[in-house]
């Protein structure tokens, strides 16, 4: 890898430059317990190079991955059924949700990457925006009779009918699995089902339980050669997901970790493949980047102390800049 992002670093177009350089400080972001010597704390310190194993510490998802996986888990789950509702269906402008959501304290961008994507700390009033987002989440769905049936099956008739067990059974492993980002456990479900007395509790539970909203890796076993842990074919689908769409894996996706295929060169080049060509990774990339080279930062003063539209020309000559980076560095002025 160094190899090859010296060579990258030492070409002459900028944007092949940036885009290989870029990629390869995501992957290795992504992948860093798997490296010797590598470990990461909330500071962004790296360890002295020695022959042990790295270790990473578990992160909670960032911002971003939190407000882009919740949509994305849920439609996933409503899509389960036919005629699922669309986001702008669920996400009404009155929508409790959107009131919580905006609770959700902010990230700090990291100083020394430049980028607010490697979050760690999980505060109070964090916890606290997290519990009134699943339960206005589960609130908005088992309030709706229709959406409840679209969400966990027509076996859910109401909020209130809650004692069909082998429907909430099987809503508990297909929704679980979708937020989990792994099948949960036989433990992990009927914890989830205990003091659960209607549907939308058991829906807040799912969304506001740590395998939702940390990045947990505890499945694998230690490679006995190297000693190094083996990431599960669904810890590493997640990983990908994380790194290229800053969200959770997709219906497909969890399918594709499940065949096992991920364990062949062939089937993981045809999953990062499918995860490349989405728009959520061409979204992310130019996220990434806006960040990194702090498009937001730059400043914008207006044309000149003359001009009598020095009042709002900041405004669009920011977004002619940001749309100028994003042409370069993404498509290298094709369309």
């Known amino acids: 890898m160094a190899v090859l992002l010296a060579l990258a670093l030492g070409m002459r177009n900028l944007r092949t430059k940036c885009l290989i350089a870029g990629s390869f400080l995501v992957l290795a972001l992504a992948f860093q317990n798997c490296a010797p010597g590598f470990s990461m704390d909330e500071s962004f310190s790296l360890s002295s190079l020695s022959n042990s194993i790295g270790s990473a510490k578990t992160r909670r998802l960032s911002n971003l991955e939190y407000k882009q996986a919740l949509p994305d888990i849920l439609l996933s789950q409503f899509a389960r059924r036919p ?59 088992a309030g709706n009779d229709t959406h409840l049936r679209k969400f966990a099956g027509a076996c859910a008739a109401t909020d209130s009918t809650y004692s069909d067990q082998a429907c909430i059974d099987t809503f508990v492993t297909e929704f679980a699995t979708l937020a989990f980002r792994t099948p949960p456990t036989a433990a992990e479900k009927s914890e989830l089902k205990k003091n659960s007395s209607n549907w939308h509790t058991l829906i807040a539970r799912v969304l506001v339980h740590p395998r939702f909203l940390l990045h947990f890796e505890r499945n694998g076993a230690k490679d ?105 560095v993404m498509k290298d002025g094709r369309q």
């Open 83 to 141: 005629s699922p509702p669309t986001l702008a269906q669920f996400y009404t402008s009155s929508n409790p949700i959107r009131g919580a959501l905006s609770s959700v304290p902010t990230d700090s961008p990291n100083t020394k990457l430049g980028t607010d994507q490697l979050a760690a700390n999980l505060s109070q009033a964090r916890l606290s925006a997290y519990i009134n987002v699943a339960y206005a989440v589960g609130k908005q769905i």
């Open 224 to 328: 006995s050669r190297t000693g190094a842990y083996k990431l599960t074919d669904y810890e590493l689908e997640a990983r990908l997901t994380s790194t290229f769409w800053k969200s959770s894996p997709d219906v497909e996706g969890l399918a594709v970790a499940a065949s096992g295929a991920l364990k062949t060169p062939a089937g993981l080049k045809a999953e990062i493949k499918r995860i490349l060509d989405s728009p959520k990774a061409r979204d992310t990339m130019w996220n990434f980047y806006y960040q990194w080279l702090g498009v937001s930062r730059l400043p914008i003063n207006g044309y000149s102390s003359g001009a009598g539209f020095d009042a709002f020309a900041s405004p669009y000559t920011a977004a002619q800049l940001n749309n100028a980076f994003r042409d370069a």
